[in-house]
């Protein structure tokens, strides 16, 4: 069977992990992803919270599936040759390099474009044009410039990053979108273009409803935020809102049967409107059903917490899963918290490749997680990261079409080894 983006050719320039989540993506739907590798160290996570020495750690391993690797100076005139022809030979490059680094390689848009008008160069920075431009960014700086950190939390407490990282895997699933359709874009123009991402930009498209619900504030308080019915007042910004949904359909997390020692035994519990009198019945609040204080959604909005305090008196009766399973009988919208150890095993979630097993020669088995977009006619097989360099060769010489000697050539100039080696073997 034939992938989607089978013939397409990826310059994998990434490293950590905004970009890699782009272009492991692109290589699940059937592109040939190819890692460009700086000599000796690569990709910085290989070295990274290792957990079996000189490993290559899981950090790396599960961004990196299914792409080739080739290690290449690219501070080396030689490795520069071929980092030219590797520009001409392949559709897409894509980099997450601090800012500038790209440029002080010698490889602007510009000579891009010169050595191949068909590429498609896209580039993941922490911030777009303005102040912050020049500046590096990790994860969490994306998730507090980005707005997500100063909305979540309690309110009483202090910002707070999530543990989902929508910083970086959220601007490579967003940059992944932009190469695709600049991808699309040429079939129609024969043209490549700039597909530029910033990790701010990326987290703020992902809090949008957060920034609808500032422009809401100027027009009263948030009654959907349950410190509305406890009569605290509002400030100038949208403030951290709990576990409350927020949105139109108020929500809550509640404890379930053995919280005490479970961390993880709690429910995400929705009040719906539609299934209003179900919950009332489900819970033994029958009486709520007809009480104009509770009968309808607007009533019920200044006494979120107290509705959701008798909920949990119910709910902390029985196991998450009986709640789940009692709620969704009923259409109630819920769902528990499942620990990293539940999804592990989850039979479900392996039976449709999310959580896959994968095998690595050095490591042995592991699990990570597959492809979460499922394409009907290109359904994505996870195979296991390459070892630093593992490819050299065989890219050098299929790919790029190099001779023997000339491939000795440039392994002589020090263009595939580290510079300590090439200083030696001068
Ligand atoms: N051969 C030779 N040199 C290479 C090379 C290769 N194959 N690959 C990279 N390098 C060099 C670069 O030329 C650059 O050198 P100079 O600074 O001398 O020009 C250097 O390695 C890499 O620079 P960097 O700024 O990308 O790396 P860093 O570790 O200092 O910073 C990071 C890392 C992530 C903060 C930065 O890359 C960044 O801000 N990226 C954009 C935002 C981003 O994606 N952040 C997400 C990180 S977590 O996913």
């Known amino acids: 069977m034939t992938k989607a983006l089978d013939g397409v050719r990826i310059l994998d320039f990434t490293h950590v992990q905004s970009g890699p989540t782009c272009t492991q993506l692109l290589a699940w739907f059937g592109a040939d992803v190819i890692k460009v590798e700086r000599p000796g160290v690569g990709d910085i996570t290989r070295g990274q919270l290792q957990d079996i020495p000189k490993v290559d750690s899981l950090y790396f391993t599960m961004l990196n599936h299914n792409k080739r690797s080739i290690t290449l100076d690219t501070k080396n005139p030689k490795g520069k040759e071929v980092l030219e022809r590797m520009i001409k030979s392949c559709d897409v490059l894509v980099e997450n390099f ?21 590429m498609i160069v896209a580039s993941i920075k922490g911030f777009g044009p303005g102040p912050y431009e020049d500046c590096k960014v990790y994860e969490n700086v994306a998730q507090c410039t980005g707005g997500a950190a100063s909305t979540t939390g309690f309110r009483e407490g202090p910002p707070l990053v999530t543990g989902a990282q929508i910083g970086d895997s959220g601007t490579g699933l967003h940059l992944a979108l932009g190469i695709v359709t600049a991808l699309y ?30 422009q809401r504030l100027a027009h009263g308080p948030l009654k959907e935020y349950s410190q509305f019915g406890q009569n605290i007042p509002f400030g100038k910004a949208v ?10 359909q108020p929500g ?28 009332c019945d489900l819970i033994g609040k029958s009486e709520w059903k007809t009480d104009p204080e509770y009968a309808t959604p607007p009533a019920r909005l200044p006494k979120l917490k107290a509705i959701f305090d008798t909920i949990e008196q119910w709910t902390i009766t029985k196991t998450k899963f009986e709640v789940m399973k009692l709620a969704n009988e009923r259409d109630i919208p819920c769902g528990p918290i499942l620990s990293m150890a539940e999804l592990a095993e989850d039979q479900s979630l392996r039976a449709t490749g999310t959580v896959v097993e994968v095998d690595h020669p050095t490591r042995g088995k592991y699990l990570s997680v597959g492809n979460p977009i ?26 790029l079409g190099y001779t ?6 440039i392994k ?9 080696k090439k200083a030696a073997a001068e």
């Open 98 to 118: 601090g800012p500038g680094v790209l440029d002080r390689m010698g490889f602007t848009w510009e000579k891009i474009q010169s050595l191949n008008p068909r």
């Open 185 to 214: 874009q040429r079939t129609m123009t024969g043209k490549g273009q700039l597909v530029t991402c910033a990790m701010q930009d990326g987290v703020l498209n992902l809090c949008r409803v957060k920034l609808r619900d500032q």
């Open 239 to 248: 403030p951290r809102a709990g576990n409350d949904s927020g949105g139109g």
């Open 252 to 279: 809550w997390i509640l404890k379930c049967k053995g919280w005490e020692t479970d961390p993880d035994a709690y429910i995400y519990f929705i009040t719906q409107a539609p299934v209003w009198e179900k919950i």
């Open 374 to 399: 499922k394409l009907s006619a290109s359904p994505a097989e996870v195979t296991r990261s390459p070892l630093l360099g593992e490819h050299t060769d065989e890219i050098l010489g299929q790919v």
């Open 404 to 409: 023997a000697d000339e491939v000795a050539a």
């Open 412 to 420: 002589a100039a020090g263009a595939t080894t580290p510079p300590a």
